[in-house]
């Protein structure tokens, strides 16, 4: 008994020392002042890129944190990624996690003071909202994007207009502290089956109609998910009384002004409230709300409309048809359709190097082995993510290949979705359209739209 | 000197407790005080420096939608505790008798506890959704025009959906406590009041019922404490609107400005707070009922 007990004790003091080993331990090579020193003189321009490579290749690692939710995604990560990447003999370390969990780690480690090359991520898949977060918060490496060889791929030009989706992430400029990386469509689907092509709206006023003439067919994802929320703001800009689409929702809501925004987004938001009775669930009678069915994800959504619930689909990817059609999740017989034709968002999603950074270096040269040509045709070839750079900078045969190399678009045109492409609204509008949307249709509240929006606007645009 | 201390019956009981102590703290009294800081305006890294104040906590309690889901959530916890705890009993006596098949039905009641609750969400799902299997056969035996006159039992605000999925775990999970416990009652006591004239449900209630009672009690608890805070059911069953304390303050949590978070910790320490005050008033009760009795016999 005696012994066990001096045993356990021996035991667990065994344990602690480990534990206070490994919490003092090394936490890599690199040096912070070391790297802050490094961050100052490259974005001053004052190193050379073999000087980079070079420092990249003594960090020897670097910890890139990205989404994992796609299985094609994470293999593709292996198959050529990894590869891309050690070519230079820096170890990718790949961190699957939810990217708003990574703007916390950032956050929390520079709140526990650690500086320059003194975090621990190097570089995070990212955009919208959570990149607007690490801006606000100082918490980026700097203003790098122009700086790395393979950057002439990319329109960052400020006088082009092609330039202004990858200088604006959801309104925030990017101060090119983040790099493009892939490109996303909001794109509608149909199952031709059910819905036959010339029934097919364009637009959300024929919509309207066909769920008349249907009730019960339709449904769209509950914000705050984005695909429920970006569904809204698709909505708001054909809405917009102006006819100037996405316009005003581009700007500062500070600079838009209450009065203007509710103005701007009441139709929208009436139309939502007048279509409930004739949504998935909803009852089906005019004036009759029913109790109409929000599906929570877009997985949730997807299933329903695979099962023969509903008769369109909705996600962020004009590829994904292709891919979900070969996997066998889509029948042979859906198509993405050109709707509504007054835009459909198109956002970048971007690279994105944290301002402590464990590897700066190894993050730079990491990010611009995945920004070549090469690496964004194998992307789009291998697993439908559409090119973040900008073809028209490439030569004439490297553009062909990304034209051979793109999977079948069911339906339309590489030129149609090209024509109907519009931008994101101002990230700082998102939280607005969201708690709009929960108190005025999900609660149904009693009170004037306007209160509503006001309430809204104030807990958000302070 | 130093072997006496380690012979000191206090030093060794603090050596035993301990981790389990250290644990806790750690793992729960922790991240509960973070909780409550942030919630008080404490979150410098969220830029938040607003120590201390009630702003957050004033906003969340005073607004229509926490007050709703205070309700709903509940009303989700209470029904399906009070069901549970019926049926597992009912179930536990039942099998504490001779019952033919026993062995086999008692394996087969126990079968929803190795199940995850999002299994026990799925089958929900595939049997009593519009296009689940129940619809559809209704539908196909004549007995509905379309499945979608089936009636909505999921996402809707009834919850009927969510409260399904925690019996299918619960009944089980009080069946095997409630055993346990009558297993160390044995049945002579039942046995010797009948003897005596008791009628069943008088030994039931006079005799068997007081001494499993503290396992009653103990499954309740779990279960009830279980429903109030899970997250994910409701998620994925409930309807949008009404949506339980866990969903909304986890809407807040994930809201991207990151200033808003004590209102979502504020939602948590309410969640504790409620939470607690309902097991603390549960447990008040059972006390005084205990003592009322004069004890155990």
């Not at chain 1, 700086?147 to 090119?176: C, H, I, K, M, W």
């Not at chain 1, 700007?251 to 998935?280: M, N, S, T």
Request: glycine share 8%; net charge neutral.
């Amino acid at each position: 008994m005696k012994r066990i007990r001096r045993g356990a004790l021996r035991f667990s003091l065994l344990v602690m020392t480990a534990l206070a080993v490994l919490a003092c331990g090394d936490r890599g090579a690199a040096d912070p002042g070391d790297a802050a020193a490094f961050r100052e003189a490259f974005l001053a321009g004052r190193l050379s890129w073999t000087e980079v490579e070079e420092r990249a290749a003594r960090e020897g690692e670097v910890e890139f944190y990205h989404w994992g939710g796609s299985e094609a995604l994470n293999s593709w990560m292996e198959t050529s990624a990894r590869p891309d990447i050690e070519r230079y003999d820096i170890r990718l370390n790949l961190r699957r996690s939810d990217t708003r969990d990574v703007v916390d780690l950032i956050l929390a480690d520079m709140a526990t003071g650690r500086g320059p090359g003194e975090g621990t991520v190097d570089m995070v898949w990212i955009n919208g909202e959570n990149f607007r977060t690490l801006k606000d918060n100082d918490a980026l490496f700097g203003s790098f994007a122009a700086l790395l060889p393979n950057s002439r791929y990319f329109a960052l030009d400020p006088d082009d207009p092609a330039s202004s989706v990858n200088l604006f992430d959801f309104g925030t400029p990017t101060e090119l502290m983040e790099m493009p990386w892939a490109a996303f469509q909001y794109t509608f689907r149909i199952d031709t089956e059910r819905v036959r092509p010339e029934d097919v709206p364009r637009t959300f006023a024929q919509l309207e109609e066909w769920m008349r003439a249907n009730p019960g067919r339709f449904a769209y994802v509950a914000p705050p998910h984005y695909i429920g929320t970006t569904f809204v703001q698709t909505l708001m800009y054909e809405k917009n009384p102006d006819g100037t689409r996405y316009e005003p929702f581009l700007q500062d809501p500070a600079d838009l002004g209450r009065g203007e925004f509710i103005r701007l987004v009441k139709p929208a938001f009436e139309y939502l409230r007048r279509l409930e009775p004739y949504l998935l669930g909803g009852g089906g009678t005019e004036g009759r709300r029913g109790s109409p069915v929000y599906p929570a994800t877009a997985g949730a959504l997807q299933s329903r409309f695979v099962g023969g619930e509903v008769d369109f689909d909705m996600e962020f990817g004009v590829f994904d048809v292709d891919r979900d059609i070969r996997s066998g999740v889509y029948p042979e017989s859906v198509r993405n359709i050109i709707f509504p034709e007054s835009g459909m968002i198109t956002d970048k999603s971007f690279l994105a190097i944290p301002w402590n950074a464990p590897n700066p270096a190894a993050a730079l040269v990491a990010v611009n082995a995945l920004s070549s040509p090469a690496s964004h045709l194998s992307k789009l070839a291998d697993i439908g993510y559409a090119p973040g750079l900008d073809l028209p900078l490439l030569d004439p045969e490297d553009q062909e290949s990304f034209r051979q190399a793109a999977p079948d678009l069911h339906g339309v045109t590489a030129e149609e979705l090209a024509k109907h492409e519009a931008p994101n609204v101002n990230a700082r509008f998102v939280d607005v359209i969201d708690a709009i949307w929960m108190t005025y249709v999900a609660e149904r509240s009693e009170r004037e739209f306007e209160e509503i929006v006001a309430d809204a606007w104030d807990s958000v645009v302070r | 000197m130093s072997r006496n201390f380690f012979r000191d019956r206090r030093v060794v009981i603090f050596l035993g407790l301990a981790p389990a102590v250290g644990t806790l703290l750690f793992l729960f009294v922790g991240p509960l005080l973070v909780a409550l800081v942030q919630s008080l305006g404490h979150a410098p890294i969220y830029r938040v420096h607003r120590f201390p104040t009630l702003e957050f906590h004033r906003q969340v309690l005073f607004s229509t939608r926490f007050r709703i889901a205070a309700v709903v959530t509940l009303y989700y916890a209470l029904v399906p505790t009070f069901l549970a705890t019926l049926l597992g009993v009912a179930l536990a006596v039942t099998f504490s008798r001779r019952v033919r098949g026993k062995r086999f039905l008692s394996f087969f009641f126990r079968l929803p506890l190795v199940v995850p609750y999002l299994v026990g969400a799925a089958m929900v799902v595939a049997l009593f959704a519009n296009g689940g299997l129940i619809a559809r056969l209704l539908y196909a035996a004549g007995l509905i025009e379309s499945t979608g006159q089936f009636p909505r039992i999921l996402f809707s605000a009834g919850g009927w959906g969510i409260m399904l999925v925690y019996l299918f775990k619960q009944v089980p999970f009080t069946f095997i406590i409630v055993t346990a416990v009558l297993s160390g009652v044995g049945p002579e006591y039942e046995e010797a009041a009948r003897t005596l004239g008791a009628s069943r449900m008088q030994a039931f209630r006079f005799v068997l019922l007081p001494r499993i009672m503290p396992g009653v009690v103990t499954s309740s608890l779990l279960v009830f404490a279980f429903n109030f805070q899970s997250y994910e059911i409701p998620y994925l069953l409930g309807a949008t609107f009404p949506a339980t304390l866990p969903v909304e303050a986890l809407r807040r949590f994930n809201v991207p400005d990151l200033t808003r978070r004590p209102e979502a910790m504020a939602y948590v320490v309410a969640i504790t707070v409620i939470s607690g005050i309902v097991l603390f008033a549960y447990l008040r009760l059972y006390r005084r009922w205990e003592r009322s009795r004069g004890g155990v016999g």
